[in-house]
């Protein structure tokens, strides 16, 4: 019954198959079907070193793209004995089957030969029958991964065997609509590589600014003095009219009070440890589960008072040293010994210490004080003991316009990347079930 159901919702043009509801013209196959080769990668490990051939295993391959960068090699004597048996070839399908990166795929785009490594396979297709960047956008999408997940469930290790990968089924279209399909998609992943680039490349600009407006090798216009000078000091050299303080002799360092365990409550004010202050640093807002009654609330705030706009908050444990600036009057409290609370009142301006606290200066010390690891602790008398440069406050705000203008050109990047993944997704969803047709 349910079957004839589902065939009855099958509009005219299109059928019911393992894989699907996809053009009648379309074939429900397996990759034995479709390809003429699938091998993996050696299964003895070479002795790497040399500089003859590039040794590829599954941390290169990322979702969509090879990555050799990082690859290491073997001598030619080795690369021979391996390539007897895994030939990979410029356009062949890499897909990985072991490991945390299971599932990852990307087409062979090197000309050279390569030795690869068993944790990884490759998919040969006949040109002439199939497309291979139609097959590796299959494996790609949700449905592909799905199909990949459903063929590992059970294992008590994360693999795939080159007979579970010959079993695995796509949906084929002709292959004239391989083509157009596969470079649709491959338009858009070309967009989203672009923009990956242009945010590498504006996040190393905005390092590079960083590191010379922070210090005072950079001066802006309005602010340096003529034949001003340098002088050295414990955070390095700066410009002689600026200062170098102790965080703890600028404004009160302190905490919240504790909110015990028993008090949490899964609606009210948000309360946050230092997990939840470390994403709402980063993207200005958080999906927190936990909460304090608005009573509680209320009643701190009237005895110790609450953050207010312009005071930052430094998560002491986990990932030390995370800042979030308050822009806003929204209502929040937060968990005391995870989350330090940098009362500014106006004697810093806010941005540029979280600006500094992205920087090589603040981290070593927060690091250094904390034993150099994550599982140490950044405390209040180590936060007040934190020393900065200290331009004075107009030349701080100024440098801080600055480097936040950067960050929103980086956060619009970001948006536009998100935005076009998004619309990738949606076109594949259309794109490789036939749902709708480009030919």
């Known amino acids: 019954m349910g079957a004839t159901a589902q065939h009855k919702t099958i509009r005219p043009g299109y059928k019911l198959t393992e894989v699907g509801v996809i053009p009648v013209e379309w074939f429900d196959q397996p990759c034995a079907e479709v390809c003429v080769k699938i091998q993996d990668g050696t299964h003895f490990s070479p002795s790497l070193g040399g500089n003859d051939y590039l040794y590829v295993t599954s941390k290169n391959i990322g979702f969509g793209y090879l990555d050799v960068s990082n690859a290491d090699r073997v001598d030619t004597t080795q690369h021979k004995a391996i390539y007897k048996r895994c030939d ?58 799905n199909r990949i997940k459903d063929a590992m469930a059970g294992n008590a290790i994360t693999r795939l065997t080159l007979e ?76 002689d009219e600026w200062a170098v303080k102790r965080l703890g002799d600028l404004f009160e360092v302190t905490s919240s009070k504790r909110v015990f365990q028993s008090e949490w409550r899964t609606q009210g004010v948000p309360f946050y440890r230092a997990r939840e202050l470390a994403v709402l640093g980063e993207f200005g807002s958080v999906n927190n589960e936990l909460f304090i009654t608005q009573k509680m609330y ?16 430094v998560t002491g444990v986990g990932t030390l040293g995370k800042v979030y600036v308050v822009t806003d009057e929204r209502e929040f409290y937060f968990k005391d010994g995870n989350i330090i609370w940098f009362k500014i009142a106006g004697t810093v301006a ?20 904390s034993g150099g690891t994550t599982v140490g602790t950044y405390t209040i008398t180590g936060a007040k003991k934190t020393v900065i440069p200290f331009p004075p406050l107009p030349e701080q705000t100024a440098i801080a316009a600055v480097l936040s203008d950067m960050d929103a050109d980086i956060a619009a990047l970001e948006a536009r990347r998100i935005k076009a993944q998004a619309m990738k997704q949606g076109m594949m969803q259309q794109l490789l079930t036939g749902n709708i047709r480009l030919i």
């Open 88 to 145: 990979v070839r410029q356009g062949d399908l890499l897909l990985t089957k072991d490991g945390a990166n299971t599932g990852n795929a990307a087409l062979n785009t090197l000309e050279e030969e390569f030795s690869l490594l068993s944790s990884v396979a490759f998919l040969r297709f006949d040109a002439k029958r199939h497309v291979a960047g139609y097959f590796l956008q299959q494996i790609l999408s949700n449905p592909g991964q």
């Open 164 to 239: 579970k990968i010959r079993k695995l089924r796509f949906p084929v279209a002709p292959v004239p609509e391989q083509h157009a399909i596969a470079g649709v998609l491959h338009d858009v992943d070309e967009l989203i590589d672009v923009l990956d680039k242009l945010t590498a490349k504006k996040r190393d600009l905005k390092r590079a600014v960083m590191q010379e407006l922070l210090t005072g090798k950079r001066r802006l216009p309005g602010f340096a003095r003529a034949k001003a000078g340098f002088k050295q000091t414990e955070v390095g050299a700066i410009p």
């Open 298 to 313: 209320d009643a701190f705030k009237r005895a110790y008072g609450v953050p207010n706009v312009g005071d930052m908050l």
């Open 350 to 369: 806010p941005e540029f210490l979280r600006q500094l606290y992205l920087t090589p200066l603040i981290t070593k010390q927060i690091s250094d004080g």
